[in-house]
Structures are given as C-alpha cells and as structure tokens.
C-alpha cells in the first residue's frame, strides 16, 4: 500500500513539473468539433454544448450511416452556434 502511495506521489511530482501540462485557466476554445454527432450519445453532446455555450461554436461531422439520427438534433439544427457536415473521416 505504501508503496503504491509512493507510486502515485511521484507521479502527480511528474505530471506538476511536466512542460506539457497547459495551464487550462487561460485557455478558451473558439470551435468545438464532434465527431459521429449523429449518434445516439454525441448527438446529446451536441445539444448540451449548443445550449451550454453558445459563445462557442459547434461542429458536429457525421457520414450518416445506419446507426445515425439526424431528428435527434432537430431542436438545436437552427441554432446560430450549430452546424452539421456531413462527411467520412476515412476519406
């Protein structure tokens, strides 16, 4: 147990003394990108993030496949912070 205390001890000394830990607090994101937000879980991302922040905007890129639901986000498609693109990733 001490010894997994130790373990865990140096590892929070590594990540506070690492250059590659930003400082988050002046850190304000102008896009915000989804991808597959037509899904069943990322479309509700969607809409949180669309009503939770509207100084942000939201990307949502989907290629629409068979598990995809475009009337999920019905109530947030005429948002002024909201856009859908549609599109594959892969290509």
Same mark, same amino acid.
């Given at each position: 147990? %001490? $010894?997994m205390? /130790? !373990?865990a !001890?140096?590892?929070s +000394?590594?990540v $506070?003394?690492s %250059? =590659?830990v %930003?400082? +988050?607090?002046?850190?304000?994101p @102008?896009? *915000?990108? &989804?991808?597959?937000? %037509?899904?069943f879980i /990322?479309?509700? &991302?969607? *809409?949180l993030? /669309?009503k @939770?922040?509207p100084? =942000? @905007?939201?990307v949502? =890129?989907d !290629?629409? +496949?068979?598990?995809?639901?475009?009337?999920?986000?019905? $109530? *947030? @498609?005429?948002?002024?912070?909201?856009?859908f &693109?549609?599109?594959? *990733?892969?290509?």
């Amino acid at each position: 147990m %001490a $010894e997994m205390d /130790a !373990r865990a !001890r140096s590892m929070s +000394d590594l990540v $506070e003394k690492s %250059a =590659f830990v %930003a400082d +988050d607090s002046c850190y304000k994101p @102008k896009n *915000i990108m &989804v991808t597959g937000g %037509a899904g069943f879980i /990322a479309s509700h &991302v969607c *809409i949180l993030l /669309a009503k @939770k922040y509207p100084q =942000f @905007k939201i990307v949502n =890129f989907d !290629r629409l +496949d068979y598990c995809s639901c475009l009337a999920n986000l019905d $109530e *947030i @498609k005429d948002y002024p912070n909201y856009k859908f &693109v549609q599109g594959n *990733i892969c290509s």
